[in-house]
């Protein structure tokens, strides 16, 4: 079995690929990072990070030719799992610097955060854009990517935008920055966060760990 990191010239696929490559060793699960376009049909399942603006992020993908042999291996049935900005490619649009077209994976909209949001913990307190740093992902559902990670455990997350799905069932997990968002997103085949699972310690290794064993269970 192989999981492929889909490379489209994006910040932090070495750190990625290494979380997946530590926990993925012990399942006897080989990481491959693909740097050019190719058919993924073949694949045990995919990865597609994502760190800095959505509207560059998505021109790379479709640039660089990643866009049809990611919709057809979906399509196949191939585990994807979108991580922070790869996350939120798997939508319909973005309103970051303009209006931007996603993958259409997952019906939905990327919006900014708020300007002016007030700590609901500490109302006195305005909290900034981007957020930056330590916050809780509440789970509103059962799924396996989430298996023995703690309700309200804290994750590592920066970023400026959220994902807004049109049906609130593909919410596994939501955060509170302001507002309540979803930070953790399943449908079909398809599975996005929006934390840095690689800065997140033993919770995001878990989540890694929880795909990979997902992986595995697909093709016994």
Known sequence: MTVAIIDYGVGNLR??????????????IEVAILDRAQCLTGFSALVLPGQGAFGSSVDNVRNKGWE???????????PL??????????LDESEEMGCHQGLGLVPGQVLR?????ADPREPARMLRVPQIGWNQL?????DPLLDGVPNHAYAYFAHSYR???????VVLATTDYGVSYASVLQSGN????????????????????NFMRTV?????
């Open 15 to 28: 750190s990625i690929s290494n979380s997946f490559t530590h926990v993925a060793g012990p399942l006897n």
């Open 68 to 78: 049809e042999p990611m919709l057809e291996a979906v399509a196949d049935g191939v």
């Open 81 to 90: 799992f979108g991580i922070c900005v790869g996350m939120q490619l798997l």
């Open 113 to 117: 955060f708020p300007e002016a949001m």
């Open 138 to 142: 509440h789970q509103q559902r059962t």
């Open 163 to 169: 994902c807004v799905p049109t049906d609130e069932s």
């Open 190 to 209: 398809l599975w996005g966060i929006q934390c840095h699972p690689e800065k997140s310690q033993q919770v995001g290794l878990r989540i890694l760990t």
């Open 216 to 220: 595995e269970e697909r093709a016994a």
